[in-house]
């Protein structure tokens, strides 16, 4: 199984930006993803999260309402659109997967995960 996020960048305040993750070795509606973020000396963050059934969706409450996650079925791929970016959004941003089909918060419950992909948010 790999994941491969790619779609970060340096974007303004205000600004909007879609994070990609391209997933092999899994089929998306087996297996629930997840994004999450990690800014270096802290702890990784829940960001959100997809079911494998494309139901049922989960965001932390500081991106709730601003970010979607979605997915294309037929191209395996996870996407985080992320609108009205704040410079406390800046982050490297991570897609994982879930050897379940149900969503999660915690990273522990995720078996693999992508490389990362950098957002900065200038003010």
């Known amino acids: 199984v790999q994941l491969q996020a790619c779609g970060g960048g340096l974007v303004q305040a205000g600004g909007s930006l879609r994070l990609s993750c391209v997933v092999s070795g899994r089929t998306l509606s087996r297996y629930g993803m997840g994004w999450f973020r990690q800014v270096p000396g802290k702890e990784r963050e829940f960001v959100a999260a997809?079911?494998?059934?494309?139901?049922?969706?989960d965001y932390a409450d500081s991106v709730k309402g601003r970010f979607t996650i979605s997915r294309d079925s037929a191209k395996n791929m996870v996407y985080l659109q992320m609108n009205s970016l704040k410079p406390e959004d800046t982050s490297v941003y991570y897609c994982?997967?879930?050897?379940?089909?149900?969503?999660?918060?915690?990273?522990?419950?995720?078996?693999?995960w992508g490389q990362g992909t950098q957002l900065t948010v200038s003010s």
């Open positions: 997809l079911s494998a059934s494309g139901t049922y969706t």
């Open positions: 994982a997967s879930r050897p379940t089909t149900f969503v999660s918060r915690l990273p522990g419950a995720y078996d693999y």
